[in-house]
């Protein structure tokens, strides 16, 4: 009779077992339905409808393309800084509005400048010396000192 109890036990521990799996089923079901009826689904559905649209993309494209790293206006203001640190422009702002610069322009317009450019031509080409053409040799003299005194 131990044999025949036992086997029963056995039968009734696994009918205990699949009622245990059936009510956790039913209970997952009356979750399910709960969340079905909550409308959070729905929601999903129509965000990712939203979400995987072509003009969601699109859009998404473009405003990911629109950081400013990637702008031409990024890229000018860069450029712009580099060439704040260049030293050629630092020295164009510096001489731009000197008084040097401007005394520098006022000689450059005068007609002894000029002149004493053309007895250089002729002295360096060696048409004009000393002994060749007193006269002009004292004016070429005379400029040089007259240019390298107002210069100063």
Request: charged residues 40%.
């Amino acid at each position: 009779m131990s044999i025949f109890l036992s086997f029963k036990l056995r039968r009734a521990s696994n009918t205990n077992k699949f009622e245990r799996r059936r009510n956790k089923l039913q209970s997952d079901y009356e979750k399910y339905q709960v969340f079905l009826k909550s409308g959070k689904v729905d929601k999903y559905r129509d965000l990712e409808a939203v979400v995987l649209s072509d003009t969601f993309q699109k859009n998404k494209r473009e405003i990911e393309n629109k950081s400013y790293k990637k702008s031409s206006l990024y890229h000018e203001e860069k450029e712009l800084k580099k060439l704040q640190k260049s030293k050629k422009i630092k020295t164009y702002f510096k001489v731009k509005n000197s008084s040097d610069l401007e005394h520098f322009c006022k000689i450059k317009e005068t007609p002894e400048l000029k002149e004493f450019i053309e007895l250089k031509k002729k002295v360096d080409a060696g048409t004009l010396t000393k002994k060749s053409d007193l006269d002009e040799w004292n004016k070429y003299e005379k400029l040089k000192r007259y240019l390298i005194s107002i210069t100063k």
